[in-house]
């Protein structure tokens, strides 16, 4: 049975993540709010690459959200006083769909001996009486790591905008054998059978990265508990840790405080050391407080991954009025950061992702948010259309620059074609970088060239290559950024990812949907069960300047069944 605590703590879900940048010109004492003219000082090259629909502030490093009584909150970290990290604080925005966004004054800003050196990352709960809470890390005046928690002051304002925070914190101190500098990123709390919430916080222990589990009555009196939540050896730092039960049901999620038997959890940490998140699927010991991980993937840094890409930092939050869970992740800008402070912006949200237990118990599926449908406008598209080998098909009438692509693949009747996969090829990322888009295999690479010119000098490939192994076929999924554009002095990493996807019962239908937004490519294989996000910086392939085609670089011939391009509008506010 739930509790009316578990029911109350479905209202609210906060995520921050640790890592945003800062505004140029800011003033400490004011913690002004960076206002949408600013962009009037952004040099034309570079507004050119600026994000049309995805969350991104005009002269920040930002990276957020909260469910709050039908609205949802986006904190993101900032500091006001100069361009590198440091100084954070947390600035605030509101939406009533998650794509169009108001801002709102700072919420939480370094002004107590528990939180005066930064205020970083954290999540929040509704307690008894409907009252949320936040709970965050402050670094305070001896440097360490602390956590504290902050309420709201007016409960009737609707938006949230002021908050308090008690002179009794920090509610949770780093004592014992705890790393005082390693300590950090509460996740959201639960409520459990035993009456009491409970919270992680990533850690680590020399080499051993884990989830220091805590426990309390009142939120206030926090308790080490005698053992971790989750730990692994030999990876490092945990930061940004997520916990949180899912559901095998397409778009719906359920709240963390939901316990039951075979119910099962995701565990997700985010690596300091590769800079990415890693996730394992298993079962909460909810009795002896204990995360399992089922067994059937890696619990180290060659596991699974929400986004095989330029993604990190990400959380989830139960959206109660949907009934869905909710992911957003952080992508970094890929460029220099002479670049950053040339064009006075770094730093991204992805687009909001449903997520939930694929029916194979074995990962989870993601796909955009159904608001984002809302801004799609003008449509065009083809039907039943064979990509010969070494050919190339222009999808004409929108402006590719800022678009969302859904195309489905039919490979059945060249199946057999596939070549032999080596078993040796471990890592995806590696294989998309030796076997890149102009390689040619049996069967691909095929897929898309976003952000291209007519000429295709510039062009980001985002595409599947098939093998077989045995009667089994094997997906590879990549993005090939390498001829993304002219421009030097760029990062522009093959990413790639192995896709769980079984082709002989789907009838070889394989599908893609790709968001594109300037500077970033969002990509989802098989309805979401491989994603992968790219940053990239076009010199040409820019605005009105910018195309899209399909491709087949394989020597068999792929049938495009039906290939749909929306041209996407602005929100009406995009960040702050």
């Known amino acids: 049975m739930r509790s009316s605590k578990e029911v109350l703590s479905k209202r609210l879900l906060l995520i921050l993540f640790s890592y945003i940048l800062l505004e140029k010109n800011g003033v400490e004492a004011s913690h002004r709010i960076a206002s949408t003219e600013e962009l009037q000082n ?62 709102l004054q700072h919420a939480i800003y370094p002004t107590k001996p528990f939180d005066i050196n930064g205020c970083w990352s954290g999540s929040a709960t509704i307690l008894p009486g409907n009252k949320p809470v936040i709970m965050y890390t402050g670094i305070d005046e001896q440097n360490r790591q602390v956590q504290n928690v902050a309420f709201p002051k007016n409960l009737s ?27 950090r990123d509460p996740t959201t709390a639960w409520y459990g059978p035993d009456s009491h919430w409970k919270t992680i916080i990533g850690s680590r222990n020399g080499r051993l990265g884990m989830a220091v589990l805590y426990k309390s009555r009142d939120f206030i009196k926090w308790v080490k508990a005698e053992n971790p939540l989750h730990s692994a050896q030999n990876s490092g730092m945990w930061e940004c840790p997520d916990f949180f039960p899912v559901l095998p049901k397409p778009m719906l999620g359920v709240d963390n405080s939901v316990i039951r038997n075979g119910l099962k959890h995701v565990f997700k940490v985010s690596l300091d050391e590769t800079r990415y998140d890693y996730y394992t699927v298993g079962t909460y010991d909810f009795i002896h407080n204990k995360y399992v991980p089922n067994g ?36 970094n800008e890929s460029d220099s950061t002479q670049n950053d402070w040339e064009k006075g912006w ?44 070494g050919s190339v098909i222009k999808i004409k009438g929108i402006e590719a620059a800022q678009a969302d692509v859904e195309v489905s693949f039919d490979l059945s009747s060249s199946l057999d074609k596939a070549e032999k996969f080596n078993l040796s090829w471990t890592d995806p990322q590696k294989l998309c970088g030796q076997k890149g888009a102009d390689e040619k295999g049996g069967i691909g690479p095929f897929g898309l060239y976003v952000l291209a010119t007519d000429d295709r000098e510039e062009r980001t490939a985002v595409f599947f290559r098939i093998f077989k192994e045995g009667q089994k076929h094997v997906i590879l999924m990549c993005h090939d950024p390498t001829k993304s554009s002219k421009r030097t002095g760029l990062y522009k990493p093959t990413y790639g990812g192995f896709v769980d996807y079984d082709l002989s019962k789907s009838g070889g239908k394989l599908s893609l949907r790709t968001l594109i937004d300037h500077s970033v490519v969002e ?42 391009a929306w041209e996407m509008k602005k929100p009406l506010m995009n960040g702050i």
């Open 42 to 103: 952004v040099p034309p090259a570079t507004i050119s690459n600026r994000t049309g629909y995805h969350f991104q502030a005009p002269k920040n490093w930002i990276n957020g959200p909260m469910y709050y009584n039908g609205i949802y909150h986006l904190f993101y970290q900032f500091n006001p006083l100069e361009p590198v990290w440091g100084n954070i604080v947390w600035a605030h925005s509101y939406s009533t769909d998650m794509i169009n966004w108001k801002p």
């Open 157 to 183: 304002d609707p938006y949230l905008r002021e908050w308090v925070k008690h002179d009794y914190n920090p509610v949770i101190k780093p004592e014992g054998d705890i790393n005082s500098s390693a300590f």
């Open 346 to 389: 770094a730093g991204i949200q992805t687009i909001p992702r449903a997520l939930w237990l694929d029916g194979n118990g074995r990962q989870v599926v993601q796909w955009p948010i159904k608001e984002v449908d809302k801004l799609r406008k003008k449509e065009v598209g083809i039907r039943r259309k064979t990509v010969k080998s």
């Open 523 to 564: 990509s989802f294989g098989a309805k979401g069960r491989t994603c992968i996000t790219s940053r990239i910086y076009p010199n040409f392939a820019v605005g009105s300047n910018a195309r899209l085609f399909a491709f087949n670089n394989g020597a068999e011939d792929v049938k495009i069944i039906q290939l749909t």
């Open 296 to 331: 059937l993937s890696p619990d180290n840094n060659t596991g699974l991954r929400f986004d095989y890409g330029n993604f990190y930092a990400s959380k989830t939050f139960f959206d109660e009025g949907k009934g869905r869970r909710v992911l957003w992740g952080w992508s």
